[in-house]
């Protein structure tokens, strides 16, 4: 039986009538540009999350770049995140001017290690004439930029407490984890997008809550900045034809709005129905004696109790010799993906960086290791166990 790694299909089908109602009736206003529906999924969203303040934006990528102009971030500046992660991560902060500095991941979790990230601050970078911190190539730190990959929100205590001691401020790369919870010990349950100082989600299609096209939003604490994303998502014009500021066509459309709100009150059974999918796939992975020949994500937040405590955005196991892995699932029918084959250190565009390879060795070592497999919320219990045994088949082999 062949299993595709996503069949957005299969969720269409739960929310067509209510996304046709929507469409019809955004159709017969012919107000296509931000207005009502756009303020619906803002505040949808606020409420969801527990944010301050949402910005509808046109992209995931067009919220980082909003937010890195918003906050003035550019030449002369340095913003702190990972090298292992989606390229808009650190394609936005050299984008604007700025320097993307990489600290290495985790390998259990692979989010951003505070202990690599305090390294940074205390001995890659140094008090500027100022007193502000400075990287070792004289650019002044304004943000540490953690990335929730997969659905899992990264070590935010250690992370916010090291920001606070340095007063950097936190963006938070939520583009995968809409939804996820985060069980602070210093505070409550928080939830992705509502731990920083600002935040950007992703909806692009195959995301957890994906529009029908290129779909994002950034959410903040603070009036001022979300003031400003707002100006800047709309070519920095405050009142008509009078620009403020040079901002962008960042705007979220009226069309993906309408999708996006009927989709999110699904949004926590799908995330249920991902979590149970990983549970069956460690079941039966127990069962093909296959544990001591991959590695399974991890749920460093499972016993806490917070609901959604991982999202599994994707389902990504670490598995050896896992390129001729991949061609023996993908020979069997079986959807898998590589999320992410070359480290951003390690890429073309980022070589006037001077990195190389070694850099970073977690992150070099999961690009090698790191395999996604189906774990889409309609996928059934059968259709788990044949990816299992493919799985299995394609490690024997
Ligand atoms: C971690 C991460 N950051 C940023 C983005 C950029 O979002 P978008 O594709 O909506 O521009 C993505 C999307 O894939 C992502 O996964």
Not at 228 to 235: A, D, F, G, K
Request: glycine fraction near 8%; aromatic fraction near 8%.
């Amino acid at each position: 039986m062949a299993v595709p790694l996503l069949d957005l299909r299969l969720q269409y089908v739960q929310v067509k009538d209510d996304v046709q109602r929507r469409m019809a009736a955004l159709c017969d206003s012919q107000q296509f540009i931000l207005g009502a529906p756009v303020e619906e999924i803002e505040a949808a969203v606020r409420d969801y999350t527990g944010c301050g303040h949402a910005i509808g934006m046109s992209s995931g990528t067009d919220a980082l770049l909003a937010i890195l102009m918003a906050m003035g971030i550019g030449r002369g500046d340095a913003v702190i995140t990972t090298p292992y992660t989606f390229f808009a991560t650190a394609g936005c902060i050299q984008r604007v001017g700025a320097e993307p500095v990489f600290v290495d991941i985790d390998s259990a979790t692979y989010n951003m290690d505070p202990a690599k990230l305090e390294e940074c601050l205390r001995k890659k970078c140094r008090s500027g004439p100022d007193g502000r911190l400075v990287t070792s190539a004289g650019n002044r730190v304004r943000a540490i930029m953690p990335v929730h990959l997969f659905g899992c929100v990264c070590d935010m205590d250690r992370i916010s407490a090291l920001a606070a001691e340095f007063d950097i401020p936190v963006i938070e790369d939520a583009a995968q984890a809409i939804g996820a919870d985060y069980p602070s010990k210093d505070t409550k349950t928080l939830r992705a997008g509502a731990i920083g100082e600002v935040s950007y989600f992703s909806f692009f299609p195959s995301k957890n809550l994906g529009a029908f096209g290129d779909a994002g939003m950034a959410t903040c604490r603070d009036e001022g900045l979300a003031a400003e994303i707002r100006l800047m998502r709309n070519h920095g014009m405050g009142a008509q034809y009078h620009h403020e500021k040079v901002g962008g066509n960042f705007r979220l459309d009226a069309l993906q709005a309408v999708i996006l709100s009927a989709k999110l009150p699904h949004l926590d059974a799908w995330h249920a129905a991902r979590r149970r999918n990983a549970a069956l796939y460690r079941e039966e992975f127990t069962k093909l004696g296959l544990l001591d020949r991959i590695t399974f994500p991890v749920e460093p937040y499972a016993a806490s109790g917070a609901k959604n405590h991982h999202v599994y955005h994707q389902y990504v196991v670490r598995v050896p010799h896992r390129d001729k892995v991949r061609a023996a699932l993908t020979a069997a029918g079986i959807g898998c993906a590589v999320y992410y084959p070359v480290p951003l250190h390690l890429q073309e565009c980022f070589a006037s960086l001077g990195h190389s390879e070694g850099d970073f060795p977690e992150s070099e070592k999961a690009a090698r290791e790191s395999l996604a497999l189906p774990i889409y919320p309609e996928l059934t219990p059968e259709q788990v166990r044949e990816v299992a045994g493919a799985l299995a088949k394609a490690l024997m082999s």
